[in-house]
């Protein structure tokens, strides 16, 4: 961690210490998301970068994979939250969990947010699996 | 009741019985859910139907018609169920709630679930009743 | 329907409909929730009254026990609404459901809402049921 | 406020009063969601602009602006009202928001919502700004 | 703002610029918040001080009394908030919201996120305005 | 697994699969769940076990750990699970997640669902954490 109480850093070298943590998760998803806001909201996707990434997800106290497993979780349970479960999905292919994982987890969704969630996830999860070439996942019955 | 304390049944049998279930309701609405998961998450097709179908559908407790109620109730307040809003304002209408009563649950959802969910609701409804030829729909004021 | 296009009402007229209908439904448990406003918000316990059930209740489009069923529908999947919950499971029992459609109602929810919007909705419903002295509920395996 | 306890107003009175305050707040827009409903649930567009503008947006207890910026808050933080959010967006505009008090209260809503529901209905706000020519927004960093 | 591309901070610093803005506008509430966090996620109570009000409250594009109606509206729209709908009702008061104004809001509410959590907010502000002797409050009809 | 296509199981068979993979993860605690319901919803109870811990916890495709980091991102999200949350994060200690690793899930939370939903699961974990012995929480800043 580097933001601590004793290093002095400006707003820009917040946002670049995120933007690294960023593109190591997302890759270019996430610049993307980042510049459809330049002309909107820059604040929103400097937020985005140097607050959600930059103080959040840099922390070391849970690694990406895990914290990947936490936001499949939430972005289940939101609703309506197909764009981010998209980038999120892909994400965690980054990060290192399998197709297999992805799915078991929204499998496992719909014991805490019903089928419906269930559903709608796991159709975001079947469109970025082909976008990459990784249908059909193989699940144990 | 199939499914009791008695009766032993594999995996296969519990799937069947529900696709029974599902058929009844959905038509063929419910195979292509079903067809859509298989090479993604087949485990979550045969949920909904071993389960979903199999075991709390096809319980005696509640018809088929009152369980549309429900589900159109909580599908309204969930939002962003609007997939899951077209199959079973289908399966609503395979089970006997005509166009009139589907329209006055979705204006009673205004009250609890206020505007913006009946709205969507009401939309999707529109929808399955113009592919249906069921259009205008005759309330009262 | 008293509340047409020819009949000219004043406020108190449509508060005073939608308070016969509310007594109908919820007995004195409407008129608590209606007297907890008075000092607070009046024009939202009015608006209760001669909107949600001067307008929307009375309508006959659809009989009271089934607006109750689409009602725990909602109210179960919205969450954080335990103390509606209260009202209108004792509305429901007012209005002809019994325990044992009420419990199949919640045990419904499970498949569209999650494992805990249904946990939390059965325990209003006994704690509701032990007040009436109608516990234990049977219901079929 | 005219629907008091001693003018009696017919159902179109009440719609007639209501579409005034709704046609000032969303010009064209609102009119459209009505005639959208006209031939499936024309009872929901009456009690939309009978009660919703009629009763409720035309008390004086609130002016128009402050309507909207709750409006704003509650729409972003329920998910999956994108319709609604680009009606709302535009009557934001009508009452004299401007589209950099508008987005900072979408960034504000990152603190309350979560950054998904912040950014969906940013993206609302690129497309509502982008038909009306106001991009880009100038914000402060 | 101080918190701009030139000026380097420290964690400490961003702390300071948080608790000053929180202090404004919740007085006391705001620091046992904070406290209440200090032995299980001292992290979290630093991120509430710093990011939410240091990086996003002391913006000057809305100002305190904007942010307040922004933030009762999603704050009733997401339910299950109650404990924050206490601190925020109290922060409206210190901002010059008067009574009249916040319970207009929730009854405005009950347009766009229904009766439930119009009347859940909507007791938790009676309960504000009973520990602050504001009672009754006196709305028109 | 022992569900599959050709092993035959009464629902007796199932319900005790279910309650050994429940009594692994909860303790006492899912059995105090399962006994709440016995004179409410019998039926409830079985499919908790039978179904959510039978069906889908006892899958060996994504561990108890990691089963618990997206439950407590469901559970936080959806709000008002409170009495959930209690389950499950005694759930998570017990199948290897530290109090620190809870508590940075629940931070990540505040990313996605926003403060009041991450400080409402914080509050939460720290009564659970008390009850144990296990305050204070020692994060890195």
Same mark, same amino acid.
């Given at each position: 961690?580097?933001?601590?109480?004793?290093?002095?850093?400006?707003?820009?070298?917040?946002?670049?210490?995120?933007?690294?943590?960023?593109?190591?998760?997302?890759?270019?998803?996430?610049?993307?998301?980042?510049?459809?806001?330049?002309?909107?909201?820059?604040?929103?996707?400097?937020?985005?970068?140097?607050?959600?990434?930059?103080?959040?997800?840099?922390?070391?106290?849970?690694?990406?994979?895990?914290?990947?497993? @936490?936001?499949? %979780? &939430?972005?289940? =349970? *939101?609703?309506?939250?197909?764009?981010?479960?998209? /980038?999120?999905?892909?994400?965690? #292919?980054?990060?290192?969990?399998?197709?297999?994982?992805?799915?078991?987890?929204?499998?496992?969704?719909? @014991?805490?947010? %019903? &089928?419906?969630? =269930? *559903?709608?996830?796991?159709?975001?999860?079947?469109? /970025?699996?082909?976008?990459?070439? #990784?249908?059909?996942?193989?699940?144990?019955?």
């Amino acid at each position: 961690m580097t933001d601590n109480a004793t290093t002095a850093e400006t707003r820009q070298d917040r946002f670049d210490r995120g933007m690294r943590v960023l593109t190591e998760i997302d890759g270019e998803v996430g610049q993307k998301v980042i510049d459809s806001l330049a002309d909107v909201s820059p604040e929103l996707g400097h937020q985005v970068v140097a607050w959600a990434f930059g103080d959040i997800y840099q922390r070391p106290g849970l690694p990406p994979r895990d914290r990947q497993l @936490v936001t499949l %979780g &939430m972005l289940t =349970a *939101l609703g309506g939250c197909e764009p981010q479960l998209d /980038v999120h999905i892909n994400a965690s #292919l980054n990060v290192g969990l399998t197709p297999e994982e992805i799915i078991e987890a929204l499998l496992h969704s719909a @014991v805490y947010c %019903g &089928m419906p969630r =269930a *559903l709608n996830a796991t159709a975001v999860a079947k469109k /970025v699996f082909a976008d990459r070439g #990784l249908l059909p996942v193989k699940t144990q019955p």
